[in-house]
């Protein structure tokens, strides 16, 4: 039932006045180029992990402008995927029947950037701090220890 709400979700979602201000307020104009590079979902889904990673980081005392804005731009190794909603959605359900299966399939553009994203997101990021890549880099890698990259992991699972 939640991938269906999730599915729904994507399809409609648009950002608001008030996650503008919040992409304003956290990204500079050469990050926010970037960040409007991705799809519409994308966007939101970015705003609504970077609003409780914040959330979650002053309630733990680890408030760090650079984990907002990895929050924000954690996904845009996923700008030129191929990844829609509709094959997104295809790759979720299938990725959770044959865990690893589709791995095999990293030919297609789409599978190899679902997987990939956080690697791919780096050629994006060359002159940016290094927190900022090691956060984005390891968004999916739950074996480090970092306490505002597990902020970042829990919010972005949650989502």
């Not at 990259?149 to 829990?154: N, S, V």
Request: net charge positive; charged share 30%.
């Amino acid at each position: 039932m939640y991938r269906i709400r999730q599915f729904f979700w994507a399809i409609f979602s648009k950002l608001t006045d008030e996650d503008k201000k919040f992409i304003d307020f956290y990204l500079t104009d050469k990050e926010k180029a970037l960040f409007n590079k991705l799809k519409e979902s994308e966007k939101v889904h970015s705003v609504k992990v970077a609003k409780e990673v914040l959330k979650k980081s002053l309630e733990q005392d680890l408030y760090d402008i650079n984990l907002i804005k990895a929050a924000l731009l954690h996904d845009i190794g996923k700008i030129d995927s191929g990844l829609n909603v509709i094959n997104k959605s295809i790759i979720t359900i299938l990725n959770k029947i044959t865990p690893g299966l589709l791995k095999k399939l990293y030919k297609i553009k789409p599978v190899y950037s679902y997987y990939n994203h956080p690697e791919i997101a780096l050629t994006y990021l060359d002159n940016y701090d290094d927190y900022i890549k090691f956060l984005i880099k390891n968004h999916h890698n739950y074996e480090i220890e970092d306490k505002k990259l597990k902020i970042l992991q829990e919010v972005d699972c949650k989502h």
